[in-house]
């Protein structure tokens, strides 16, 4: 397939190359369009008020591959119009530096908006994310987003999944469906994990702001927030909690659905 891939983590995140790396395995043809620098948390907003720059990079892909100075709907919109020449089979983003599962975490990721955009263009769409737990995050970024051999190999492992998952989930969604695959994988993941289809989690997230610091300003405080899903179905964030990958169907045209 031709995959056009895209992140919110940068054109440097070691995560989007180990996914990369996954794709063109499984043989898929890829054009890469990727923010130049990370843009996590950013939802679905696009660059409104100021130009965008894009331009031609070479980070080993052997595929062709721009960065571009906004987000990650950004990439994708510019790329349709404007980058690559022939029109792909679907849009894939990821893999996001962390989970995005539950409602809160969807809704408010640059991953799964960069996938939402290329279903703005008709295409089917798939986003991944992997589950780390805090010690691996803080790990990671201490040594300034380098992976130790413990999470090298368990990129290798999801990036394998996502290879064979892509071509599975892609075939069976007609263009203009309007569904992104929302796909997380667990951080205990092995080549044998199974897939569960999930619904998003229900989280309340109060208070991920500080109080005012002494020159006015409030800082960013990172906390997954309290569950207060039903029992059933099964929620993304349960299936990762249990070892399971995590596929939530995200069907836009349900919204408003009575």
């Known amino acids: 397939m031709r995959l056009l891939v895209t992140n919110d983590d940068g054109i440097d995140c070691v995560f989007l190359h180990e996914l990369v790396l996954g794709l063109r395995e499984a043989g898929h043809e890829l054009a890469v369009v990727a923010p130049k620098t990370e843009q996590s948390w950013i939802g679905a907003a696009k660059s409104r008020n100021r130009p965008v720059r894009s331009a031609r990079t070479d980070r080993g892909f052997d595929c ?21 020449k022939t029109r792909p089979d679907a849009v894939v983003s990821g893999m996001n530096v962390g989970l995005n599962a539950s409602l809160a975490f969807i809704l408010a990721s640059g991953t799964v ?4 955009e290329g279903v703005l263009h008709g295409l089917p769409a798939v986003a991944f994310s992997q589950d780390l737990s805090f010690e691996t995050y803080d790990h990671l970024k201490d040594r300034g987003g380098q992976p130790g051999d413990e999470l090298c ?13 892509v071509q599975e989930l892609v075939a069976g969604t007609p263009p203009r469906s309007f569904i992104v695959h929302n796909i997380n994988f667990p951080s205990a993941i092995h080549p044998d994990s199974e897939v569960r289809r999930t619904v998003p989690a229900r989280m309340v997230i109060p208070g991920l702001f500080s109080p005012a610091q002494d020159d006015g300003t409030h800082r960013f405080v ?3 927030g309290q569950d207060c ?20 169907v995200l069907d836009y045209t349900r919204l408003g659905c009575v």
């Open 64 to 84: 062709p591959t721009w960065t571009v100075d906004g987000t990650p709907s950004d990439c994708v919109n510019i790329a349709l119009a404007h980058l690559v």
């Open 113 to 116: 908006a960069g996938a939402f």
């Open 153 to 165: 190999a368990t990129l290798k492992i999801s990036a394998r999944h996502a290879g064979r998952l």
């Open 222 to 224: 990172f906390h997954l």
């Open 229 to 248: 899903s039903p029992a059933e179905p099964l929620t993304d964030r349960a299936a990762l909690a249990h070892g399971f990958i995590s596929h939530t």
